[in-house]
């Protein structure tokens, strides 16, 4: 018997620290999510067969038996229930695991709340039937406006330059590339070019190249087929199959391994796709965005996109400026903002004052139109309502760092970088070294030392602002 909707909907956590038990319901809750919780894995097979839930937070290591096992067990009763694995920190091979076997996403503890949210809301997509995106309207400047209320917002000469080439290009087949910072809209850019097509009523079916395990990105991509590998117990659709008349966009492009940067060409060459451990390919219709916070010239000269496949993605190119380049948007975005969580939060919030209107565009905004959002999302959340006044925005957004992070460089009294100097020192005072010196031979730029010492520049923030801690 099918479950009624509401019991589709319905989220089970299995988790058996009481304490996250408690955060994680609280989180769902407060989203609108419906949440059975579970503290064994006995129990959690029981809840499951009762409720029969679309999503299931599954933590893979339980008192009374191991999750992974568990989730083969709730996959072969329902293999179209969506699974969010969760493991800790440094048990990311338990993570690719537990993909490998079937799980629609995995969580690496410790994770932020977006982050959370964002892979329930993605998993509960997949399982209700697709609405037709908002309809699109063009007015006088060629803007792309979603009727829903959500714009792609900007009245500068800039985002003007961009509303007019997504107009002239979205209803075309040519691959649109996007560059800019981290946080300046990229996603937002590519649902622009999408809802202004032919297509907009087809899928968008985006995907983080960065955020995916390269040894799983060809199976996300492209998909798998049943027994192809140990733990493919169902054939999987990928993202270019499921993005079928519609578009895909491929975000952070220019983190794709060599390996499935010649696959991807051949996709594009043929629009054909070979799932792994298929015989034959099938053909699909899709529209490719990408996107890139790096410099993807400089990743060809590198060495690390192939030379071939950027001259076949970068048709169309868009770049979306920081925005500390895009003078009174700041004002547009923060309103827009201020309103629509205001709506939500139940608040009543006037505006932005005249002092604060002449500050914002002035402040550096490092995390761009992410960072603002986030601004505002605080002043709703921790002020009651009126006028919007400087005192009510959290503090440090003056001294915010510049989005080219300049690392503490070595001491100029400091020994050479030789290896007899790093003698007696601790690995991590010896990596800070390394990172340092790195850092002060590119003049502080994270981006390109993180090339240079092959990690990520996110890994690369991270250890500077543990080091910036007393």
């Not at 192809?228 to 199959?241: L, R, V, W, Y």
């Not at 990743?299 to 076949?312: H, I, K, P, S, T």
């Amino acid at each position: 018997m099918k479950p009624n909707t509401q019991a589709a909907q319905t989220v089970l956590l299995v988790e058996d620290t009481l304490s996250l038990q408690l955060v994680y319901r609280s989180v769902l809750a407060s989203a609108g999510h419906r949440v059975t919780v579970a503290g064994t894995a006995a129990e959690g097979l029981v809840q499951f067969r009762n409720l029969q839930p679309a999503v299931v937070l599954l933590d893979l290591v339980l008192p009374d038996r191991d999750g992974l096992m568990l989730m083969q067990d709730m996959l072969a009763l329902r293999p179209e229930t969506c699974v969010i694995a969760i493991t800790a920190n440094g048990s990311v091979n338990r993570a690719v695991e537990a993909m490998r076997a079937g799980a629609h996403d995995f969580l690496v503890k410790p994770f932020d709340e977006n982050r959370f949210l964002g892979a329930v809301q993605n998993a509960l997509a997949e399982r209700l039937p697709r609405k037709a995106p908002p309809a699109v309207e063009s007015d006088a400047n060629d803007r792309a406006v979603l009727q829903d209320g959500s714009s792609f917002i900007g009245s500068s000469d800039a985002m003007q330059r961009i509303h007019g080439t997504i107009a002239s290009v979205a209803r075309s087949m040519a691959t649109v590339f996007i560059t800019g910072e981290s946080g300046t809209g990229k996603e937002l850019c590519a649902l622009a070019v999408h809802a202004n097509s032919a297509r907009a009523n087809g899928p968008f079916i985006a995907l983080n190249c960065g955020a995916i395990p390269q040894d799983l990105l060809e199976s996300e991509v492209f998909g798998h087929m049943k027994g192809s590998f140990t733990g493919a117990i169902s054939d999987k659709p990928g993202a270019a199959t499921a993005a079928d008349g519609g578009t895909l966009f491929l975000d952070e492009i220019c983190e794709m391994a060599p390996a499935l940067q010649t696959k991807l060409l051949r996709f594009l060459q043929t629009s054909t796709v070979q799932p792994v451990g298929a015989i034959r390919p099938r053909k699909v219709n899709v529209r490719i965005v990408c996107a890139t916070n790096r410099d993807p010239l400089e990743a060809v000269r590198a060495g690390q996109f192939r030379e071939d496949l950027y001259y076949r993605l970068f048709v169309v190119p868009i770049h979306m400026p920081p925005l500390r380049d895009r003078g009174q948007d700041v004002i547009e975005i923060a309103e827009a903002a201020l309103f629509r969580f205001a709506e939500e939060e139940g608040r009543a919030f006037y505006g932005l004052d005249p002092g604060l209107r002449m500050l914002l565009p002035r402040l550096p905004w490092p995390g761009n139109v992410r960072q603002l959002l986030n601004v505002m999302r605080n002043v709703v959340v921790l002020n009651s309502g009126g006028w919007v006044t400087e005192q009510m925005l959290p503090p440090g957004l003056d001294a915010a760092p510049s989005p080219q992070i300049v690392a503490p460089v070595a001491d100029q009294k400091d020994p050479p970088l030789a290896p007899e100097n790093l003698v007696g020192m601790s690995l991590a005072a010896a990596e800070r070294r390394l990172i340092e010196a790195t850092l002060s031979r590119f003049d502080g730029s994270v981006p390109k030392a993180s090339r240079v010492l092959e990690v990520s520049p996110s890994t690369l923030y991270r250890k500077i602002e543990g080091w910036a801690k007393p």
